[in-house]
């Protein structure tokens, strides 16, 4: 028996010791992922007594000696002439320091729009390349649009995984297939399948940063409703904990963090002390805000001194042409932006404390950039305390944002700058987000530090780049190769290259010579310092009808002496822009930017464009308590239709009290609930106007069949309608619905039994709002939508889309 015992003691240790390998050989082949594992074999005969057999050590899976911990900071919706550290108005003084003790990047380039960039910047290959043509939510079936990363296409963060990192990633992750976001997942596209151990953030392209909805991993959590609660803050405490954390355990271990706040993008959540700061700071217009930004980017260095400041379009007035009115909502509204923008920046700047306090600032790669897109201009002309208006085809009016200007950046608001601010924010260049074919939407300061490495510290950096040459960096700093093949499946080349090259050397020439760029029909191509590019759609026209592609008139830039674009040559060499002009064409075969889709309503339809959906062609669902949090799109449309709700459910002893269900939020939405033992229905009209029908008398103690019968009036999208209550089939309340949101309610979620994030109603309290009785089940029912409405929808989706980026 000890014999037995012994032997398979021995056994154990050598099954151990097979798997040790592949983590301490000198040669480990890292091209093949994850590492095979190789058996141990001992040398000579093995020994029947563990106590005379010698085994080396067990030593865990590391990168190559001297890798750096990377550090990847993402800003939302910035542009290149906004923050400090690139001539502009906000700042930004955590950016600023990294600036001085690392390179800044004056010629890096981003895909125009979030989530191409995202899947861009984590792969190292061109969007369309990898899937990515637009928003996870305007996905088609065509290869360079269907929002599907293919598995020949790792993550850095699956490939610095298995070479023995940890992993992490914080914030907004915008790149989850959108039919995929639930709790039926697969879960291989969430930020946890791709390669990040660690996930605490948000699904989809905004969030409400006072009330957001968080995932910690796949499981959807409810943040603390404390007063000053913000999601920026709340982020970079999860970040700096996990730091902490594994630097404790494995000190070791290097680490890749990615950490993508919300912001900039709208809404524009600041805390008030933050928004105080720029007070008086924009009054003097976009127009003096644009010369006055050049004039620092020359004194700076960052642009040559013959640089001029791009057209203007004449679509958007000038700051002088502008009523006093709207003078002021666009001057609270961009304060706010700025102070939201050096909030975040502070929040930042707390990080690196950490990473210095821990002893690894020196060792740590940081890729800071600010924006993942120009700035926004999908706030419209005027700008909006409430986005959701803009989404629903209701634009806000200069008069009810000056009303509410006290209001602005708060609890209460959802706003977003108007579009002469995105513009400004993008100076010296023109257009903004979306506008591919520009630099404007395009170009995004980049500062790289790694102390370790980098001596030039304070120096710019002219060599052209792109954002998929980022994992490239990454891999070159931690001594790692590109993998050929991971998880049994061969990998594509990478497409972009690394920037290491540049690090010592500020006059070395570019290694990047042509990249493509392109965005609903905007498109453009870079080749040795020159740009051919149109312009083929706008922002803010979504009612407009974009050309023929085949008549978009393209324009030519020699950007070796034209920095920021702004004289067209197009007319003075011809051949150069026939040239250029087939060159993109080549490009776009090979990278799947065909066919070119500015499709802006079939797109949002998911049988029209291709993708799958979960909830297509089904006219009822039953919901159960604990589904909560699931998206807009992931549920069943009542929008513009007739529709019921139906619950089963129990009123304890004291009368019944809090949510049944409800859908959306603060800043549009719906829900059904109890209140002192009624029965009541409130429909939120995007924060103007809220709707409530109660039923007359108490609900009995006991089991009841509560449901809301909603008639809708019909005729179009988002009239009106009658609300009906019913308790055991018997009718106890009426009221009218003057009108509905037409395409979007507020980017919440739908959830029943309580209404997290932000109320629908101010009748019951935030966080505070579960039903005290018990519910067995809740069906909703839809009549199908007429053929006008229907086109109706689809039209106006499209607009609800455009910002919700």
């Keep these: 028996m000890k014999k037995l015992v012994l032997i398979v003691a021995v056994c154990l240790c050598l099954g151990i010791a097979a798997r040790v390998l592949p983590a301490y050989a000198q040669k480990i082949d890292r091209t093949q992922l994850p590492i095979p594992d190789t058996q141990y074999k001992y040398p000579g005969k093995i020994p029947l007594d563990a106590r005379d057999a010698k085994f080396p050590p067990i030593k865990p899976l590391r990168p190559p000696e001297s890798a750096p911990n990377v550090v990847v900071i993402l800003l939302d919706d910035i542009g290149f002439g906004a923050p400090s550290t690139f001539g502009g108005g906000i700042n930004m003084p955590t950016f600023d320091s990294l600036a001085k003790q690392g390179l800044r990047y004056t010629q890096f380039h981003t895909a125009a729009l979030c989530s191409p960039t995202r899947e861009a910047l984590l792969t190292g290959h061109n969007h369309h390349s990898i899937g990515m043509g637009a928003i996870t939510e305007l996905a088609t079936s065509a290869p360079g649009y269907n929002s599907i990363r293919p598995n020949q296409v790792a993550t850095v963060a699956e490939i610095l995984k298995l070479n023995g990192y940890n992993t992490a990633a914080f914030g907004k992750m915008h790149q989850t297939p959108a039919w995929e976001v639930s709790a039926s997942g697969p879960f291989t596209r969430w930020p946890v399948g791709e390669g990040f151990e660690k996930f605490y953030g948000f699904l989809g392209g905004e969030t409400n940063q006072w009330a957001p909805m968080v995932f910690e991993g796949t499981t959807r959590i409810e943040p603390p409703h404390t007063p000053g609660y913000n999601f920026m803050t709340d982020m970079t405490d999860q970040a700096i904990a996990w730091l902490r954390f594994q630097h404790t355990m494995t000190p070791d271990k290097p680490f890749f963090m990615y950490f993508a706040p919300g912001a900039l993008h709208a809404p524009h959540h600041t805390p008030k002390e933050w928004i105080d700061k720029y007070k008086g700071k924009f009054d003097e217009g976009w127009d003096k805000y644009r010369e006055d930004t050049l004039a620092r980017q020359k004194q700076l260095g960052l642009v040559p001194q013959n640089t001029q400041l791009a057209p203007w379009p004449p679509s958007v007035k000038h700051w002088n042409d502008l009523s006093a009115d709207d003078k002021t909502a666009a001057e609270r509204l961009m304060e706010n932006y700025a102070g939201f923008g050096e909030y975040c920046d502070h929040e930042i700047g707390r990080l690196f404390d950490a990473l210095k306090e821990a002893g690894v600032s020196d060792n740590t790669l940081i890729v800071y950039i600010a924006g993942d897109n120009g700035m926004s201009a999908e706030g419209g002309l005027a700008g909006t305390l409430n986005e959701m208006t803009t989404f629903n085809g209701v634009p806000d009016t200069t008069a009810n944002i000056v009303a509410h200007a006290d209001e602005i950046g708060g609890p209460n608001s959802f706003p977003h700058i108007p579009v002469g601010w995105a513009l400004a924010g993008d100076t010296p260049f023109q257009w903004t987000k979306q506008i591919a074919s520009h630099y404007g939407g395009t170009r995004n300061g980049m500062v790289i530090s790694w102390p370790a490495r980098i001596k030039d510290t304070g120096g710019i950096r002219t060599q052209w780049h792109h954002v998929i040459d980022v994992t490239p960096t990454i891999l070159e700093t931690a001594g790692l190769p590109q993998p050929k093949s991971v998880n049994g499946i061969k990998q594509k080349p990478m497409e972009g290259v690394s920037i290491v090259y540049t690090f010592a050397n500020a006059k070395v020439p570019t290694r990047h010579t042509t990249q493509y760029f392109e965005m609903f029909g905007n498109r453009g191509i870079y080749h040795d310092g020159w740009t051919a590019v149109t312009q083929h759609s706008i922002p803010w026209d979504v009612a407009g009808t974009p050309p023929k592609f085949t008549a978009d008139k393209w324009e030519l830039y020699n950007t070796n ?27 776009a075969e090979k990278y799947n930017v065909l066919p070119l889709d500015d499709r802006r309503v079939e797109r949002f339809v998911p049988t029209l464009a291709g993708r799958p959906s979960l909830m297509w062609g089904r006219t009822s669902v039953t919901l159960y308590p604990g589904m909560v949090g699931m998206m807009e799109n992931a549920t069943l449309d009542v929008k513009n239709r007739s529709h019921t709700i139906t619950a089963d459910i129990e009123v304890p002893q004291g009368g019944g009290a809090g949510v049944i269900i409800a859908q959306g939020g603060r800043f549009g939405g719906w829900t059904l609930y109890m209140k002192g033992g009624k029965l ?23 089991k009841a069949v509560v449901k809301l019968d909603f008639k809708y009036d019909g005729g179009g999208v988002g009239k009106g309608g009658t609300a009906t209550l ?36 101010e009748d019951y309290k935030e966080g505070d709002n579960k039903f005290t009785g018990t519910i067995d089940k809740v069906t909703i029912a839809v009549t199908p939508p007429p053929a006008q409405v229907e086109k109706e929808e689809e039209r106006g989706a499209a607009v609800a889309d455009e910002g919700i980026e």
């Design 561 to 587: 002496d034209d920095f920021s674009q702004a004289q067209d040559v197009s007319a003075k060499y011809p051949d150069k822009l026939r040239e250029l002009q087939r060159l993109f064409l080549a490009e």
């Design 726 to 761: 019913y308790v055991n089939d018997q009718k106890v309340g009426e009221g009218r619905v003057d009108k509905t949101q037409p395409y979007v309610f507020s980017g919440e979620g739908e959830d029943v039994g309580e209404d997290l994030e932000t109320p629908v109603t």
């Design 680 to 702: 009541k229905y409130c429909y939120n009209y995007l924060n103007q106007v809220r709707y409530t029908v109660k039923s007359t008398d108490s609900l009995p103690l006991g």
